[in-house]
């Protein structure tokens, strides 16, 4: 199980380049599609993002949850300075909160840290009793200004 010391604790701040490749192929991903030629041109084409009223090419909602892959030494990085058994975490929740656009060519500084750990169910009964963490992040860009607010929660049985 998680170490319940670890509540309060803040991981160390990561940044990281907002790639236009990286934004086409999880769109493509989450979009099943074979490759990004087939996604919506609002996600590969600086133009159409423009004309959308972007700076640049834009993140779709979902993106900021691959931040914890590339920063801080991805998921395991995270899993380990938590003390939990990845073989026993299930991801259970995703929040976002929107303050602005995030677009390519951001640079996205991670501030993350451990705000809640509680138990669910009964101690000692097999199956009957999960620890909950729950992570928030704040994303800030390169002015300065919080652009993403995101509240993961794993649960560990």
Request: proline share 4%; glycine share 8%.
């Amino acid at each position: 199980m998680a170490d319940k010391s670890k509540l309060g604790m803040e991981f160390p701040l990561y940044s990281i380049k907002v790639e236009k490749n990286k934004i086409a192929e999880f769109v493509a991903a989450i979009s099943q599609k074979d490759d990004t030629d087939h996604i919506k041109d609002i996600y590969r084409d600086e133009d159409t993002a423009r004309k959308a009223g972007f700076e640049n090419i834009p993140i779709p909602p979902t993106f900021p949850s691959s931040f914890i892959f590339w920063t801080g030494g991805g998921l395991l990085g995270t899993v380990k300075a938590l003390g939990a058994d990845l073989n026993r975490l299930l991801h259970s929740g995703e929040e976002y909160e929107y303050f602005a656009p995030i677009c390519a060519g951001d640079v996205i500084t991670r501030k993350m840290k451990v705000v809640d750990m509680y138990d669910r169910g009964k101690p000692g009964r097999r199956g009957m009793h999960i620890q909950v963490t729950v992570l928030e992040t704040e994303m800030i860009n390169q002015r300065g200004e919080l652009v993403v607010r995101a509240r993961t929660t794993f649960m560990e049985r």
